[in-house]
């Protein structure tokens, strides 16, 4: 089993930073990718970005040049660092990892518990 917890959560106002950080513990043989999604209020959860091994981090377009996903592989830690912030961004965001427990183990899907982020106009 796999646990990821989220930190760095909170509120700030409209033009602020925040930098939200995700570490993954338990039977972790490797990781494949980390992600970051949101769910803002009335709102379906929604990804902002990924990073997956070997590849340059992706995101969606309400995130380009705003948000900086990054990774620690030695402490399993993922990062997404948000600048420019806008009301808009108010929203849970969750940590998700896909992650192999052993050597010939499958990749199996995890989320955090989420962390809340509000941005005050």
């Known amino acids: 089993q796999v646990q990821l917890v989220e930190s760095g959560g909170g509120l700030v106002q409209a033009g602020g930073s925040l930098k939200l950080s995700c570490t993954a513990s338990g039977s972790i043989f490797s990781i494949n990718a980390m992600s970051w999604y949101r769910q803002g209020p009335g709102k379906q959860r929604e990804l902002v970005a990924t990073d997956l091994t070997g590849y340059n981090p992706s995101y969606e377009d309400f995130a380009k040049g705003r948000f900086t996903i990054s990774r620690d592989n030695a402490k399993n830690t993922v990062y997404l660092q948000m600048n420019s912030l806008e009301p808009e961004d108010t929203a849970v965001y969750y940590c998700?990892?896909?992650?192999?427990?052993?050597?010939?183990?499958?990749?199996?899907?995890?989320w955090g518990q989420g962390t809340q982020v509000t941005v005050s106009s």
């Open positions: 998700y990892a896909r992650v192999k427990g052993s050597r010939f183990g499958p990749n199996s899907g995890y």
